[in-house]
C-alpha cells in the first residue's frame, strides 16, 4: 500500500516540514510483494527519514490474534501524540481510527482516511452491503478528512456520510510520462520474452485473486483456442498455483505465461496490443490507466472506480466480468480490428493525462497543508 500508492504522500509531508512515521505490517505472508521488495522500500524511507513502526495489521477480520496484537501496538503508538494520522485499508482504518478518537480532542490531532474504493457499490453483493457500509458509516464519524478516489464513492460519501470534510481526488496519480516515454521497442522486448513478432499480445497486472478476476480469460483463451494470442499474467498471489493447474490442464503453457512481479511494466506495455483488466470490483485501477498512458486499448470492466474513466467504443471494449463469452468475443474483436486498437490507444494516451501524478500531488499537498488552517 505505502510503495504502491503513498510515495508522494510521504514527499509531500516531508517537504512541509512534518516528521513522518510509517506504520504497516512489513513481514505480513499475505503480502503479494516479495520480501526483498518491503525491505527495500524500508531502506529507502529510513535514508529520507522516515521511521518505520511494525504492526501486525492483517486483511483478514478471521485472524483474531493478529487483529487483537494490532489494536494493542496501536494503541501504544498513537501515545507519542501524533498531529495527524493518514490511514488506508479498510481493517487497518477502522483499528486506528477507532483508538485515534480520543486524541482527536484531547490533543486536536487530525484524522485522514483514504478510502481506496468502498466494499459497497453500485452492483455490490448485499452481503457488503449489510456489513461495511454501516461500518464505513460510522467509522466516519471519527474522521477529519475523508478522501475517496472515484466519483461513485465520493457522491455517496458527501451525502450519507459525517466525516468533518470530504474530498475527491483523480486516482492516485500516475507518472504518465515514463509509459509514455519508454525507450524499448516492441521488437526488442518481444524478443526478450519469445514471444512472436505476428502473436496478438494480451496483458495484464494486478495481485493474483478472485476480485481482478484473470481467470475468466484464461477460460476465455481456451474458448476461443487461437494459436495467436499470446496472454501475460503480471503479478503474484494465493491463486497462483491455481491459474497453473488450469493453464497445464488447458495445455496453454506457450500461450498463457505467468510471468509473476516484474519492476519492467512500462516495457511490458510496448510488446502488448491490448491490456485487458476483468476486475469485479475495483477502487479506480492503477494498472489501467498506466496501460493507458502507454497508448494501449482496454478490455475491461466497467464497475465502480473504472467507470470514471472507461466508456465502451473509446478506450476499448467494456465487458461484464461474469461473462467468459463477452470477453472471449471482446478479444476477438480486439485482435481483428487494428484500426479499432489503434483509435483507442491514442485516445487513451491522452486521456490518461488527466490523471497524472502531478495533478493528484497538487491537490493532496492542498489537503494536509489546510490540516491545520
Avoid at 483508538?99 to 459497497?120: I, L, P, S
Avoid at 472506480?305 to 467494456?318: H, S
Wanted: charged share 25%.
Amino acid at each position: 500500500m505505502f510503495d504502491n500508492f503513498n510515495r508522494s504522500n510521504v514527499d509531500i509531508l516531508l517537504s512541509l516540514g512534518y516528521e513522518v512515521t510509517l506504520a504497516a505490517n512489513f513481514h505480513s505472508k499475505e503480502e503479494v510483494s516479495p520480501q526483498e521488495r518491503i525491505d527495500d522500500f524500508v531502506r529507502k524511507m529510513r535514508a529520507k527519514g522516515v521511521y518505520i513502526v511494525h504492526i501486525d495489521f492483517s486483511r483478514s477480520m478471521k485472524k483474531a490474534g493478529m487483529q487483537i496484537r494490532s489494536v494493542l501496538q496501536v494503541r501504544k503508538l498513537l501515545k507519542k501524540r501524533f498531529d495527524l494520522v493518514h490511514c488506508h485499508s479498510p481493517i487497518c482504518a477502522a483499528i486506528v481510527r477507532t483508538e485515534a478518537a480520543k486524541y482527536r480532542r484531547k490533543n486536536q490531532m487530525k484524522v485522514f482516511y483514504t478510502a481506496h474504493g468502498f466494499h459497497f457499490f453500485d452492483g455490490a453483493p448485499v452481503r457488503n452491503w449489510l456489513f461495511y457500509y454501516p461500518a464505513e458509516r460510522g467509522l466516519s464519524r471519527l474522521t477529519d478528512v475523508l478522501i475517496t478516489i472515484n466519483r461513485e464513492d465520493y457522491k455517496r460519501a458527501k451525502k450519507h456520510f459525517h466525516a468533518g470534510k470530504t474530498v475527491y481526488i483523480p486516482g492516485i496519480g500516475v507518472d504518465t510520462g515514463k509509459f509514455a516515454s519508454c525507450s524499448v521497442t516492441r521488437e526488442e522486448k518481444r524478443r526478450e520474452l519469445k514471444v512472436p513478432d505476428d502473436a496478438f499480445v494480451l496483458l495484464s497486472v494486478g495481485e493474483l485473486h478472485e476480485r481482478k478476476n484473470q481467470k475468466a480469460v484464461i477460460e476465455a483463451l481456451h474458448r476461443l483456442q487461437n494459436p495467436g494470442i499470446v496472454y501475460l499474467i503480471i503479478g503474484q498471489g494465493k491463486l497462483e498455483a491455481g491459474y497453473r493447474r488450469i493453464i497445464k490442464d488447458y495445455g496453454m503453457e506457450e500461450n498463457i505465461r505467468m510471468l509473476g512481479f516484474r519492476r519492467d511494466i512500462a516495457q511490458l506495455c510496448k510488446a502488448a496490443d491490448c491490456f485487458i483488466h476483468p476486475s469485479v470490483r475495483e477502487g479506480f485501477g492503477i494498472a489501467p490507466m498506466e496501460a493507458m498512458a502507454a497508448g494501449l486499448p482496454l478490455i475491461s470492466s466497467n464497475v465502480n472506480g473504472m467507470r470514471d474513466y472507461t466508456e465502451n467504443g473509446r478506450t476499448g471494449i467494456c465487458i461484464d466480468p461474469g461473462s467468459v463469452n463477452e470477453i472471449a468475443g471482446a478479444i476477438q474483436q480486439m485482435m481483428e480490428n487494428e484500426s479499432f486498437r489503434l483509435k483507442c490507444g491514442q485516445y487513451n494516451a491522452q486521456k490518461a493525462k488527466q490523471y497524472d501524478i502531478k495533478k493528484t500531488e497538487a491537490v493532496m499537498q492542498k489537503i494536509y497543508k489546510e490540516a491545520y488552517q
